[in-house]
């Protein structure tokens, strides 16, 4: 059975800091990514990271120098690690799986997580 688990989220002031992990279960994965989505907005690409050797990696400009992914191989895990926060990163984030490439798009992303919620206060 496919699980995608995150944990991690929370509610922070504007410069802010938060840690958010994903653990993969059950698939073989060549990308994991996060996606965030704001109320009424589309969900959109914000990090990714290949889990092969090379391990690149992937990132919006809004978050370049903000933001940083990496992986742990051993435990299957992901991690996005935010600083500097601004209330415009406030979503739900999630965490994705599925494309043998890397892709930005959400709808080549097969296994998804269930979400967590990030508020961040000006």
């Known amino acids: 059975q496919v699980q995608l688990s995150e944990s991690g989220g929370g509610a922070v002031q504007a410069g802010g800091s938060l840690r958010l992990s994903c653990a993969v279960s059950?698939?073989?994965?060549?990308?994991v990514s996060w996606f965030r989505q704001a109320p009424g907005e589309e969900r959109e690409f914000v990090a990714g990271i290949i889990m092969r050797s090379h391990g690149s990696t992937y990132y919006i400009d809004s978050v370049k120098g903000r933001f940083s992914i990496s992986r742990d191989n051993a435990k299957n895990m992901v991690i996005l690690q935010m600083n500097s926060l601004k209330p415009e990163d406030t979503a739900v984030y999630y965490c994705?799986?599925?494309?043998?490439?890397?892709?930005?798009?959400?709808?080549?992303?097969?296994?998804w997580g269930q979400g967590t919620q990030v508020t961040v206060s000006s």
């Open positions: 059950g698939v073989s994965t060549y990308i």
């Open positions: 994705a799986t599925g494309p043998q490439g890397p892709s930005y798009r959400s709808n080549d992303y097969t296994y």
